[in-house]
């Protein structure tokens, strides 16, 4: 077994939530030996070409990696392991949501656009690859960002994938509407955490209305500017918003899962050049570290 690779119990845990292997066609590769081959590349931030003999031809991990994202195993399987966090008790739903910016190779860019784009959608119309493929540009180059919804024991619940000049707060309802954890005794999927936690960038008024509607807490400082404007109307600038201060120290859980995230290199630069690829990598790495 090569660092990084799967030991025995990882393996048996991630066994049990894999699609079951078709019982018609040529038998395929070792699984373990296929995961392990993705995962390295994941881990490294490689090219594919110069995945290791030990996984096996580099085409094989590529053609099922592709086919897993088109297919949505990986969210499928990642899914799964929500659900069994979820009844073991695990996951605590208080949620903090923040993002990270990730710098994009220039291996990532240069992917067709248009509608013959054979990337551009996935099955059946459940997500579409964005115009822009989830590449922004910045005085810093090209840039990628990774929206998250964090739990208190560290459970990614949902993550989104945008540009990397993009806004957090215009991104943030999508991030919210990806929380989804079906139930195992059945029943409707959990959707609406206890409470949210998040930094200034999230202080809108469309967003606490949001909340409000959905009658989640949530611990958001008020902006400088909105402070001083709503002082300025006097009474008519309403009261401020709630803010617990110890709350609000809570919210290093989502930095402190961006810094393990990142710990795969093919997550802290993107080398994926469309977005659902760069997506599927996310998910893989989330995955691994789940085990």
């Not at 115009?131 to 005085?139: I, K, V, W, Y």
Request: hydrophobic share 35%; glycine share 10%.
């Amino acid at each position: 077994m090569s660092r990084g690779d799967l030991t025995d119990a990882q393996w048996e845990r991630l066994e049990a939530v894999l699609p079951p292997i078709p019982k018609m066609g040529r038998p395929p590769r070792d699984r373990r030996q296929v995961f392990d081959g993705i995962w390295w590349r994941a881990r490294t931030g490689s090219p594919w070409r110069d995945l290791p003999e030990r996984y096996g031809p580099w085409e094989t991990a590529y053609a099922v990696f592709r086919r897993w994202q088109i297919d949505e195993t990986w969210a499928r399987v990642l899914k799964k392991l929500q659900v069994k966090a979820d009844g073991d008790g695990i996951i605590e739903w208080e949620v903090s949501v923040d993002s990270t910016v990730c710098r994009a190779h220039q291996h990532a860019a240069g992917a067709r656009k248009g509608a013959d784009d054979p990337g551009r959608t996935r099955p059946n119309g459940l997500a579409a690859e964005p115009d822009d493929h989830g590449l922004g540009r910045s005085r810093g180059g090209l840039t990628t960002k990774i929206h998250l919804a964090v739990d208190a024991s560290f459970h990614v619940l949902a993550a989104v994938i945008t540009a990397g000049q993009r806004g957090d707060a215009p991104a943030f309802e999508q991030v919210m509407a990806r929380i989804r954890v079906p139930r195992i005794s059945g029943g409707r999927p959990r959707t609406r955490p206890g409470h949210v936690l998040a930094d200034r960038a999230y202080s809108s008024r469309q967003i606490r209305t949001y909340l409000r509607k959905r009658g989640i807490a949530h611990t958001i400082p008020e902006k400088r500017d909105q402070a001083g404007h709503r002082l300025r109307r006097g009474s008519a600038g309403g009261r401020p918003p709630g803010f617990d201060r110890e709350m609000y120290k809570r919210r290093h859980k989502v930095e402190c899962r961006i810094g393990l995230l990142k710990q795969a290199r093919g997550v802290a630069t993107r080398y994926d050049k469309l977005a659902v690829r760069y997506e599927s990598t996310v998910q893989l790495t989330l995955i691994r570290q789940a085990l």
